[in-house]
């Protein structure tokens, strides 16, 4: 039993039980399409620079907001609409992440884009993916310095 | 819209259009195949019958880095229900740039009744063409293909070295700042995965996008290539060119339009490309 955060455990728990690769695509591209972005309270386009993942050809943004309840709340955006992979990442990490603490939130594994997506991710790919949750870690680790 | 037909092309018939496609759908002598970045978007909606060959695991070898072999070409031919003598239509995202790779690949093995859908998936999309989740299984066929020939199309690192030795020429087709190599490895930041910056020495820069149009994906006509690739960056298709990218992705899509829409006549991919060429020990690098 690894010590993720429970509800990306639980994810991770009952993606890994299933075999069949369609199934699994299938899976992955429901929570694309439970993607939603980031509501213009938080931002509005032009997005910041600072907030955008470098390498993830599918423009994607983060924010990493600390909540008053000590608990991270997360917002993405992902400007390609072919982004489907980025989108179902951001999907998957906002479920399973927002309302974790900080502590809890690092750690996410550094290969978790492979545990979902698969190990034959190409390197862009990876990168991209990788790239998102690098700058969760980032963000989060400047919330608790 | 000018009709492929009339934009001067050397070979024109090896594009289609996306209403050719549409009135094609049942024609059973085609496979439409769809080859995108993202491996899940052909499962979000695809032409209707098309079948999906996903480059990284269906093109490429799983331990090495390099191509499928003869046998998993054949394996791959048998699953999508193609023969030698069906027509291949192959199409995808990013104006047809993982479409245009899975073409290449294609031409390592011969089977040269291969075209590229014109504008490729978002000019399918943008025209409100149909789309379909359900995926389509064709019955096993027969197929017996040549081993592959890495001799006419493609280029290896120490053939790249005898070529600019030879001062003959390179294109590079990825962005400006890769080819200068401003884009560099920063602390904590994963890098394309080369040590160093910068282009092969004799190359010129042309961004494979240059070859399309912005607005819909579709190739350019033959004057306005030729513009690009003859007249500013004074290539002739008599030269002896070698293209590359990144790992080969962007450079097919090049070598595509080098070859069937300028006829250039002796145009290689460099598959390895700066994956490559800026990781390896001694070789030469301009910026």
Same mark, same amino acid.
Request: proline share 4%; glycine share 6%.
């Given at each position: ?12 728990? #009952? ?15 429901? !929570? /694309? ?22 390498? !993830?050809?599918?423009? /994607? ?18 400007? #390609? ?65 | ?18 209403? &050719? ?13 769809? *080859? ?44 999508? %229900? ?15 740039? &993982?479409?245009?790779?899975?073409? &290449? ?13 014109? %504008? ?35 280029? +290896? ?17 990825? *962005? ?17 995965? *080369? ?6 020495? =004799?190359?010129? *820069? ?48 090049? &070598? ?7 006829? +250039?006549?002796?145009?290689? =991919?460099?598959? %390895? ?15």
């Amino acid at each position: 039993m690894s010590n993720y955060p429970k509800k990306l455990n639980d994810f991770l728990d #009952n993606l890994s039980i299933i075999k069949d690769q369609q199934e699994r695509i299938n899976i992955l591209i429901d !929570c /694309a399409d439970k993607f939603k972005e980031v509501p213009p309270e938080i931002a509005k386009r032009p997005f910041p620079e600072e907030n955008k993942i470098l390498f !993830c050809e599918s423009g /994607a943004y983060v924010w990493t907001n600390l909540q008053q309840d000590g608990t991270v709340k997360l917002y993405f955006a992902v400007e #390609n609409p072919q982004g489907i992979s980025a989108m179902a990442l951001s999907s998957i990490l906002d479920i399973t992440l927002s309302g974790e603490t900080p502590e809890n939130i690092l750690k996410i594994p550094d290969d978790l884009a492979n545990k979902i997506f698969g190990e034959s991710l190409s390197m862009g790919k990876n990168m991209g993916l990788t790239g998102i949750l690098q700058k969760i870690r980032r963000d989060v680790k400047n919330f608790l310095d | 819209m000018i009709d492929i037909m009339d934009r001067g092309y050397s070979n024109p018939s090896a594009l289609v259009s996306t209403e &050719w496609v549409a009135d094609h759908l049942n024609d059973k002598s085609i496979r439409i195949i769809e *080859s995108n970045e993202d491996q899940l978007i052909y499962s979000t909606g695809h032409i209707p019958g098309a079948v999906h060959v996903d480059w990284t695991t269906d093109l490429n070898d799983q331990v090495r880095r390099d191509y499928l072999d003869r046998k998993a070409f054949q394996t791959l031919m048998i699953r999508i %229900g193609v023969t030698p003598a069906t027509t291949v239509i192959f199409y995808g995202d990013k104006s047809n740039w &993982w479409a245009c790779y899975a073409y &290449w690949v294609f031409q390592l093995f011969g089977h040269s009744n291969a075209k590229i859908m014109d %504008g490729g998936r978002l000019k399918w999309i943008d025209e409100k063409r149909e789309l379909t989740r359900d995926i389509s299984n064709y019955p096993k066929t027969k197929y017996l293909a040549p081993e592959r020939d890495d001799k006419k199309i493609r280029a +290896f690192r120490n053939q790249v070295l005898k070529h600019i030795n030879k001062k003959n020429k390179l294109v590079d087709v990825r *962005s400006a700042d890769e080819y200068t190599g401003k884009r560099l490895h920063m602390p904590e930041y994963p890098n394309e995965g *080369s040590l160093r910056g910068g282009h092969i020495p =004799n190359a010129k *820069s042309i961004p494979w996008a240059t070859a399309v149009n912005t607005s819909d994906g579709t190739f350019k006509t033959a004057k306005e290539l030729s513009e690009i690739y003859e007249k500013e960056n004074k290539l002739k298709p008599t030269d002896n060119i070698i293209v590359y990218c990144r790992i080969g992705e962007r450079s097919s899509h090049t &070598w595509f339009v080098m070859k069937n829409l300028l006829g +250039f006549k002796n145009v290689r =991919n460099y598959d %390895g490309s700066w994956t490559e060429w800026g990781n390896l020990v001694g070789v030469p690098i301009e910026k």
